[in-house]
């Protein structure tokens, strides 16, 4: 039994991999935007090692219908630099902060031949082993109502979600409330009973010194009698 256990975690050992090649990219999956705007695209990793002063990022662009993918931006030893013979050299600017692991760029007054995938590649050594992410650029001339209708679900969405914790949040206070005052109502209801009951007092013990009217008049009886 004790060396199938320890078979199965050679096993799962082996199946995780080396902290040298553990960073991961992240990138959005695609983005639309109007012609002549701007647009920001977001390129982000995780890693296990702490931000290299040598962390690097890159960037490329491949067309709609092209093949070949060109180099448009490229960050090295804390210095951004923009291809200065591509189609962006006028109109790229870097906006990410590598020391939060960001490697953003703003792409600006955009035109329908910006369609196309850029791609974002991030080094942070040791860490190096990581897998290159792509977000697609969709230009347009007016938002699509695809777009919209997605946009809109996601801020009614999150809107219905807001307002669903506000009232949860109101309906909590109403109920505490309530149950204070239900506990206030019957606390002052206790007193103010036993405050008459103190105000009337015991009612007042039998002297027994003192004989009764019956016994008293028995007595006058007996001496007429005599």
């Known amino acids: ?19 040298s090649q553990a960073i991961v990219i992240y990138t959005g999956w695609e983005r639309h935007a ?5 647009v920001r695209l977001s390129c982000s990793f995780f890693s296990w090692r702490w931000i290299s ?16 993918s060109i180099s448009i931006f ?5 210095m951004a630099y923009v291809d200065n013979k591509g189609p962006f050299r006028d109109r790229l600017e870097f906006v990410g902060n590598p020391g939060r692991r960001d490697g953003s760029i703003l792409l600006k007054n955009l035109e329908f031949s910006d369609n196309g995938t850029f791609t974002c590649d991030a ?23 695809q777009a919209g209708v997605i946009t809109g679900s996601i801020v009614g969405a999150v809107l219905g979600l807001l307002l669903l914790i506000v009232v949860i949040y109101y309906l909590m206070r109403f109920l505490v409330a ?4 239900s506990l206030s ?30 016994e008293k008049k028995k007595q006058e009886s007996r001496k007429e009698r005599k």
């Open 185 to 214: 109502v019957s606390k002052h209801g206790k007193k103010k009973k036993e405050g008459s009951q103190q105000r009337q007092g015991p009612a007042p013990a039998a002297d027994p010194a003192k004989p009764k009217a019956s």
């Open 123 to 145: 080094k942070n050594p040791p860490d190096i082993g990581g897998r290159p992410s792509s977000v697609r650029l969709l230009v347009f001339e007016k938002v699509p109502i």
């Open 74 to 78: 490229h960050y090295t030893g804390g």
């Open 178 to 181: 309530r149950r204070v005052f």
């Open 34 to 38: 109007l012609v002549g705007t701007e």
């Open 53 to 68: 002063e040598d962390v690097t990022f890159s960037w490329t662009y491949r067309p709609d219908g092209a093949r070949d």
């Open 1 to 19: 039994m004790l060396t199938l256990v320890a078979l199965a975690s050679l096993l799962v050992l082996a199946a995780v991999p080396e902290p």
